[in-house]
């Protein structure tokens, strides 16, 4: 080997250590980056969350552990995204309202908790979708929320998860989803 073709395999060497070390920093930072300013680049205000319309609360905390009631998808305008899947609403319509519906969710966890950084783990999801019999795509739709909770928290945010059909749920909605989280 050549002094200039091993400068240059050194070279090529130094170049991919740095460039494996600056992907890992990286995803360090990003993994650290607060909850809530991933929440603000991803452009997503939480709104404080409305009074329940029945006798029940928003959040329940045990110890460390968080338990929220079921949520609905809310649009921005106050409606509600109402319909089956499989029916009237595509899969991606159920997406955007399970993601609408983590956007609540998240809401009422930050209002028991204060500072949603406090989170240590999203422990368990349960999605039930409003589906027509034949309709058999609700991890699809669910996915809706869970990509939104990895989006926000990282690792801290994958969770174990149910996604299940159901005849009908409240007020006609697409989804109602509720949510077990760990906090400190």
Known sequence: MTNSTSSRTRTAVIVCVLSTLALWVAAGQAEDLDPEARLAALGIELAKPSAPVANYVRTVRTGNLVFTSGHIPVQPDGTFVKGKLGGDLTVEDGYRAARLT???????????????????????VTGMVNSEPTFTDQSKVINGCSDLLVEVFGDRGRHARAAVGMASLPLGVAVEIEMIVEVE
């Open 102 to 124: 983590a956007v609540a969710l998240l809401a009422s966890l930050k209002q028991e908790v204060g500072d949603l950084a406090t989170v240590r783990r999203i422990v368990k």
